[in-house]
């Protein structure tokens, strides 16, 4: 089953949301969250009331994740339209997220080609994190996750495949629906709207592909900054195999 899955109405909503929202939000956030944590050790503490620091641990979490979803690149400045290489992306979102792959034992496969785009690079950047968390979310005991970069036509393709708990139908069609989550409250069900939004914006195509049990393919396409790549690609580029 390969679906196509961007639909207009579901990108509405995300706008001017993101830029917002500051960025200063996460430090204050992070402070609270270690002297509840202190809290929770202290001897004198009766049982209830270290119910209700956990309670509130739980609650800076989800919003900890909410701004993840939204803003883990988001600059105070204007951001601009720049010509994006794709390999170069792709591995400083790798980076970041290799302490959660290495918490979930998933080894990461990419194959990654620099390939230019056109995008605002914060925004680039927290669309591929978007997935990949998803990705790496979806193998909670282990798997792989591959990342590849080719060329189709005059569109740069990354797939982000990943060998985990898959999705239904049901789940594939409600996929960028705000606050559709099957993660409980450790789940936003915002980080598929951000990818959609960004997706749109820069032109660019999104296809899934999943299996309940086996894992999801996500495909994404978006726009050659040149398209002479495509004549140059398979002459410039050797195609190289990058264990992370
Ligand atoms: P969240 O991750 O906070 O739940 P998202 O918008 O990122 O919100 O994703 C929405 C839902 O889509 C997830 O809760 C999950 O059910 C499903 N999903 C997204 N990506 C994957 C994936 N790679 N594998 C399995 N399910 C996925
Ligand atoms: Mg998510």
């Known amino acids: 089953l390969r679906r196509r899955i961007i639909r207009a109405e579901k990108m509405e909503v995300v706008g001017h949301l993101a830029a917002s929202i500051s960025h200063e939000v996460r430090n204050p956030l992070t ?22 620091i956990q309670i509130a641990i ?13 803003l883990t690149f988001a600059k105070p400045a204007p951001e601009h339209v720049e010509k994006l290489n794709v390999k170069t992306e792709i591995e400083r979102v790798i980076d970041i997220l290799r302490p ?4 979930n034992s998933i080894e990461i496969q990419a194959s990654l080609l620099p390939f230019a785009v056109k995008g605002e690079r914060p925004k680039f950047q927290q669309c591929l994190l978007n997935v990949m968390k998803n990705a ?12 590849n970069v080719s060329i189709d036509k005059d569109y740069v393709l990354i797939h982000i495949g990943d060998t985990g708990i898959g999705m239904t139908k049901e789940q594939i069609e409600r996929l960028g629906e705000p606050y559709f989550t099957t993660k409980g409250t450790k789940g936003t069900g915002l980080g598929m709207m951000v990818v959609y939004r960004i997706v749109e914006t820069m032109k660019g195509d999104l296809f899934i592909h999943s299996e309940v049990g086996h894992g999801t393919d996500v ?3 978006f726009p050659s900054y040149y ?10 580029h050797q195609f190289e195999q990058v264990s992370y």
């Open 227 to 236: 398209k002479s790549d495509i004549e140059k690609s398979s002459k410039r």
């Open 136 to 147: 790496i979310e979806a193998m909670p005991h282990g798997g792989i996750l591959r990342i």
């Open 219 to 221: 495909y994404m396409y």
């Open 31 to 52: 402070v609270s969250r270690g002297f509840m944590q202190l809290l929770l050790q202290s001897e004198r503490m009766n049982y209830k009331d270290k119910q209700y």
């Open 100 to 103: 959660l792959a290495n918490m």
């Open 58 to 70: 739980e609650e800076i979490d989800r919003a900890e994740a909410i701004i993840t979803d939204y």
